[in-house]
């Protein structure tokens, strides 16, 4: 009997052992796992006691038979369907508004055809041809109709030969144009004073125009000029983020963290808080500081952004402003046309600074015109004297007020979501022709009218022979004019004609070389003080 229960000690004895050796095993198998990433949380393991052998009751009393206790290591709990579901609708749609914009706008030059994805299409009105039905920069949308549909009174986009786009108003009709078969449309912009010089074949029609809305305009072109630098702040979140959510709430099981957890520092808490307690390597701090640093520029950066987009519609809203508060349109009864009567006495309780009022109808350019002691005065700043990146529009520091110079130049920023002179520039693109805005018109505080007719536009630099003044040889510089317009210009100008000269930066070439210019003649002086 003394034998059978030795025999029997020895075999529980070496039972044990091989438990032992075997949950060793188990332990070095679960650290190795764990240091390679491969899991997130190891499955709760535990080894069962041993089992009972039945012995007599003296070697019960004798021995007790071992259990082999494991750390309790929680199991990770999987996300909840719910929110899985939500941040995967968030990521996808997040990819088509990225893909759907790159494939609208990416590349796409402002005044070429908009690319028509399933029969639709958009894309922004660069002049102010249709103010106040469609405002300067707003975005509009566009979609496929079939031309034998359109009737008078649609806006519509069309094509011009010179491959520019342009969304007018269809005024007429013509059926079987020149015994072709074909439908012809004829077409004026609601801010125009003419129909447009063109008649618009039915296949050079794009589409119906069927919304449009200036924020959105505003805010797709603010896009595509910051389309590098927002694309770099994606990428910067989604890595900054990714790796905090790596580093606070995904769990990686280590030695040292199951160690601890051993000692019951961390037994009792949940598996995302037992993940912040553990100790991190230095590389791990080192990713994670990092990509603080990334989110900090990241959140500058957005603010930065912001407050430019702002500051363009606080701009923007300034502008409306002044024309509302300062000029009201009247029917000058002796030629019918539409005129501007300026409130001149607030205007100079505003800034005695303002020596006339620039209007060019067909364009958004309709602004107070003031002088300062030199070109750079009111390069940034307002009517209010304040820093504004739009500054004003403001006189050639060497022209005198009067406007009686033989070559007068007006100065005004080229800004990119519309407004100031942006619109010179769409003369240049071809978007906006001198038939679509044939007149420019200064008002001067005497009453006097100078009214001026648009001959072509140019792009130059800086050290274009046209920026000297005064001039002193009048004919070179209308036979420089005349070279520059096309076949519908003018063959001369009056010998003594005065020129009008709006310049400002051009988006085709480097800001601080290239010029886009509209020139004009002056044909006209009245007085509207009778």
């Given at each position: 009997m003394k034998d059978q229960k030795d025999d029997l000690k020895t075999l529980h004895t070496e039972l044990t052992q091989w438990l032992k050796e075997g949950q060793q095993k188990i332990d070095n198998l679960t650290e190795l796992i764990a240091e390679n990433n491969k899991i997130s949380h190891p499955k709760e393991i535990h080894v069962k006691p041993l089992r009972e052998i039945p012995l007599s009751n003296e070697l019960v009393q004798n021995e007790t038979s071992e259990q082999i206790t494991q750390p309790n290591l929680v199991e990770k709990k999987p996300k909840k369907a719910g929110l899985r579901i939500l941040g995967n609708i968030a990521f996808y749609l997040t990819v088509i508004g990225v893909v759907l914009g790159v494939a609208l706008f990416g590349t796409q030059e402002p005044s070429a055809a908009p690319r028509n994805i399933m029969g639709y299409s958009v894309m922004t009105v660069l002049s102010g041809s249709m103010q106040p039905t469609i405002p300067t920069g707003s975005l509009v949308a566009i979609r496929a109709v079939n031309p034998r549909e359109i009737q008078v009174g649609d806006v519509v986009t069309y094509l011009r030969p010179n491959n520019t786009t342009v969304t007018h108003r269809v005024i007429e009709i013509l059926n079987n144009y020149q015994g072709s078969g074909n439908h012809a449309f004829r077409l004026q912009g609601d801010n125009n004073l003419t129909p447009d010089a063109e008649v618009v074949l039915e296949h050079n029609i794009i589409g119906e125009v069927f919304f449009n809305n200036l924020m959105l305009g505003r805010m797709v072109s603010f896009i595509q000029d910051a389309i590098i630098l927002i694309v770099i702040l994606l990428v910067l979140a989604i890595a900054g983020f990714y790796v905090i959510k790596k580093f606070f709430f995904v769990p990686l099981l280590t030695k040292k963290s199951a160690e601890a957890e051993m000692l019951g520092e961390i037994?009792?808490?949940?598996?995302?808080?037992?993940?912040?307690?553990?100790?991190?390597?230095?590389?791990?701090?080192?990713?994670?500081?990092?990509?603080?640093?990334?989110?900090?520029?990241?959140?500058?950066?957005?603010?930065?952004?912001?407050?430019?987009?702002?500051?363009?519609?606080?701009?923007?809203?300034?502008?409306?402003?002044?024309?509302?508060?300062?000029?009201?349109?009247?029917?000058?009864?002796?030629?019918?046309?539409?005129?501007?009567?300026?409130?001149?006495?607030?205007?100079?309780?505003?800034?005695?600074?303002?020596?006339?009022?620039?209007?060019?109808?067909?364009?958004?350019?309709?602004?107070?015109?003031?002088?300062?002691?030199?070109?750079?005065?009111?390069?940034?700043?307002?009517?209010?004297?304040?820093?504004?990146?739009?500054?004003?529009?403001?006189?050639?520091?060497?022209?005198?007020?009067?406007?009686?110079?033989?070559?007068?130049?007006?100065?005004?920023?080229?800004?990119?979501?519309?407004?100031?002179?942006?619109?010179?520039?769409?003369?240049?693109?071809?978007?906006?022709?001198?038939?679509?805005?044939?007149?420019?018109?200064?008002?001067?505080?005497?009453?006097?009218?100078?009214?001026?007719?648009?001959?072509?536009?140019?792009?130059?630099?800086?050290?274009?022979?046209?920026?000297?003044?005064?001039?002193?040889?009048?004919?070179?510089?209308?036979?420089?004019?005349?070279?520059?317009?096309?076949?519908?210009?003018?063959?001369?100008?009056?010998?003594?004609?005065?020129?009008?000269?709006?310049?400002?930066?051009?988006?085709?070439?480097?800001?601080?070389?290239?010029?886009?210019?509209?020139?004009?003649?002056?044909?006209?002086?009245?007085?509207?003080?009778g």
């Open positions: 037994k009792d808490q949940p598996a995302s808080k037992k993940h912040f307690l553990r100790k991190r390597t230095p590389k791990e701090y080192f990713t994670l500081f990092t990509s603080i640093f990334f989110i900090a520029i990241l959140g500058y950066s957005l603010y930065q952004l912001s407050a430019i987009y702002f500051t363009y519609e606080s701009i923007a809203r300034e502008n409306e402003s002044l024309r509302e508060t300062y000029t009201t349109e009247i029917i000058d009864q002796e030629s019918a046309r539409t005129l501007l009567e300026i409130d001149w006495e607030s205007l100079h309780a505003r800034n005695k600074d303002v020596i006339a009022w620039l209007h060019l109808p067909g364009t958004s350019i309709n602004y107070p015109v003031l002088a300062g002691v030199d070109n750079d005065e009111y390069i940034a700043l307002d009517i209010n004297r304040q820093p504004s990146i739009a500054g004003s529009i403001f006189l050639e520091e060497a022209n005198t007020p009067n406007f009686n110079d033989k070559h007068t130049i007006l100065y005004g920023h080229h800004m990119q979501a519309g407004g100031k002179f942006s619109d010179i520039d769409a003369f240049v693109r071809g978007n906006v022709t001198v038939n679509d805005a044939p007149f420019v018109y200064i008002y001067l505080p005497d009453g006097a009218v100078n009214i001026y007719r648009t001959i072509t536009s140019e792009q130059t630099t800086i050290a274009s022979k046209v920026y000297h003044l005064p001039v002193t040889d009048l004919t070179a510089l209308h036979d420089h004019i005349l070279t520059l317009s096309d076949d519908s210009g003018p063959s001369a100008l009056p010998p003594n004609a005065r020129i009008l000269t709006l310049s400002t930066c051009s988006v085709t070439g480097e800001i601080n070389e290239y010029r886009s210019l509209l020139f004009a003649v002056l044909v006209e002086e009245i007085n509207q003080n």
